[in-house]
């Protein structure tokens, strides 16, 4: 985006993202900067931390083929990106990031609930699958297996 009205969106929409109590950056063209890295970065909250990067189009635009490529690479690092035109199309975005990311995590839990024979365990492994759980806590006689493949 280069024209003062773009700019001016840009602006709406960190202010918009930022009041809503999420983080998020604007970020400006120059040297220090790739070229075709998208306008805006959000932090979602489900889930926690999770990379949405927005590029700003007036309506009517389309994202170039460099900015393209970098928001295929942020997809296949697994973030998320999208081009917007408006304030509502950001928040939008943002709600369908953190909503498709609440119902995966809600499907992964009815699914992994199977896997285990401890609540404690189950839960755990419904809302984060980045460490098992502390074995000291399980409440199974038999014990639980991480969803990695691990025992504990």
């Known amino acids: 985006m280069s024209s003062a009205r773009e700019s001016g969106v840009k602006g709406r929409i960190v202010r918009a993202v930022r009041a809503s109590g999420r983080w998020c950056e604007r970020m400006g063209a120059g040297p220090f900067l790739a070229a075709g890295t998208p306008d805006i970065f959000v932090l979602l909250r489900r889930p926690l931390g999770r990379l949405l990067a927005l590029e700003a189009k007036r309506p009517g635009q389309r994202a170039t083929r460099l900015q393209q490529a970098k928001m295929a690479e ?5 973030g998320a990106a999208e081009v917007v035109f408006s304030v509502e199309d ?3 975005a943002i ?3 953190e909503n498709g990311a609440f119902m995966s995590a809600l499907v992964l839990s009815v699914a992994i609930r199977d896997e285990f024979t401890c609540d404690y365990c189950a839960a755990f492994h419904g809302g984060a699958l980045s460490a098992p759980p502390p074995h000291a806590k399980c409440t199974s006689k038999l014990g639980c297996r991480c969803v990695m493949g691990a025992t504990l």
């Open 74 to 78: 942020i997809r296949a690092g697994g």
């Open 90 to 92: 950001a928040m939008a």
């Open 95 to 97: 709600e369908r990031e």
